[in-house]
């Protein structure tokens, strides 16, 4: 149910928009959340959005380039990708947890779905 959508092929510098439909019954008190993992790395924290009070939290890798927001009446969620570059390639999860504590903590969210693969050349 947590798909990601959105990824591609993309050279360096340019844009790409992830969507996630957030499960139902999705309300305040959640967080959702984007995470990637590149070839041989572990998964990563990217950006976070309380869904409720709309706060965000993000990488610093990612910061000023990435936005994360949410559609509280699609139950969508999204991930805005500014100035990509070749060491952003990897697959890319969101995902959702309970609570707005640790929400760079890879270990505090229980449900990962498919993610999508995003691929920037140089």
């Known amino acids: 149910q947590l798909q990601a959508y959105g990824g591609g092929l993309v050279q360096a510098g340019g844009s790409l928009r992830l969507s996630c439909a957030a499960p139902?019954?999705?309300?305040?008190?959640?967080?959702m959340g984007w995470f990637r993992q590149a070839p041989g790395k572990e998964r990563e924290f990217v950006a976070s959005i309380n869904w409720g009070a709309g706060r965000t939290v993000y990488a610093a890798s990612v910061k000023g380039r990435f936005t994360i927001s949410r559609d509280n009446a699609e139950n969508l969620v999204y991930l805005q990708m500014n100035s990509l570059k070749p060491e952003d390639t990897a697959v890319y999860y969101c995902t959702r947890k309970f609570g707005d504590h640790n929400v760079a903590d890879t270990r505090q969210y229980r449900s990962w779905g498919r993610g999508t693969l995003v691929t920037v050349s140089s």
């Open positions: 139902e019954r999705t309300f305040s008190g959640y967080v």
